[in-house]
T-cell receptor, first 118, second 113 residues
């Protein structure tokens, strides 16, 4: 149990276009989802936290107009990178926590999405 | 604020060697501590955790003990295998920080046959 999927696993796009990444909890209801960004050979940086049905809470320094997060259901959150530029190229990872899975507030991670902006 | 410091890698070992990855933390309150593992091209997997002082987390031959007095959570494995090659992240979660995870910088481990 407690499986989190991401789609796509990798994407290449042109500069100026927008890219949407999906994060799904497959076998539990994710009341909270987290989006992280990981640069090569570096740690994970939390970008934002989203609760189902509410606006996402962004970490300091993360542009909310550039990284649009939607958490419209208990099994799906999306991250849209708008007007992507090469510096947005990174590995984006989501995690989810919810009721009935693991210990309280335990996060389960998706496999990540590698975004390359040309 | 919360922070996690872990030893920098890469750590290169021979198969069956002993592995230690140091991790120390700074946190308000009484955090829970975690070790995550990331295999090449994959997301993070929880390796083990400890939720209170003196707890020992263990999984797949790895162990770590929550030491409140030294604010440490060092990861150890007595005999590594090539399949243990991965990046290991120490992390903490503190209720004072809204239950967010704070990660260390990660330690890359390479086990050679």
């Amino acid at each position: 149990g407690a499986v989190v999927s991401q789609h796509p696993s990798w994407v290449i796009c042109k500069s100026g276009t927008s890219v949407k990444i999906e994060c799904r909890s497959l076998d539990f209801q994710a009341t909270t989802m987290f989006w992280y960004r990981q640069f090569p050979k570096q740690s994970l940086m939390l970008m934002a936290t989203s609760n189902e049905g509410s606006k996402a809470t962004y970490e300091q320094g993360v542009e909310k107009d550039k990284f649009l997060i939607n958490h419209a259901s208990l099994t799906l959150s999306t991250l849209t990178v708008t007007s992507a530029h090469p510096e947005d190229s990174s590995f984006y990872i989501c995690s989810a926590s919810g009721t009935g899975q693991g210990s309280y507030n335990e996060q389960f991670f998706g496999p990540g999405t590698r975004l390359t902006v040309l | 604020g919360n922070s996690v410091t872990q030893m920098e890698g890469p750590v290169t070992l021979s198969e069956e060697a002993f592995l230690t990855i140091n991790c120390t933390y700074t946190a308000t309150g009484y955090p829970s501590l975690f070790w995550y593992v990331q295999y090449p091209g994959e997301g993070l997997q929880l390796l083990l955790k400890a939720t209170k002082a003196d707890d020992k987390g263990s999984n797949k031959g790895f162990e770590a003990t929550y030491r409140k007095e030294t604010t440490s959570f060092h990861l150890e494995k007595g005999s590594v295998q090539v399949s243990d090659s991965a990046v290991y992240f120490c992390a903490l979660r503190s209720g004072a920080a809204g239950n967010k995870l704070t990660f260390g910088g990660g330690t890359r481990v390479l086990v050679k046959p």
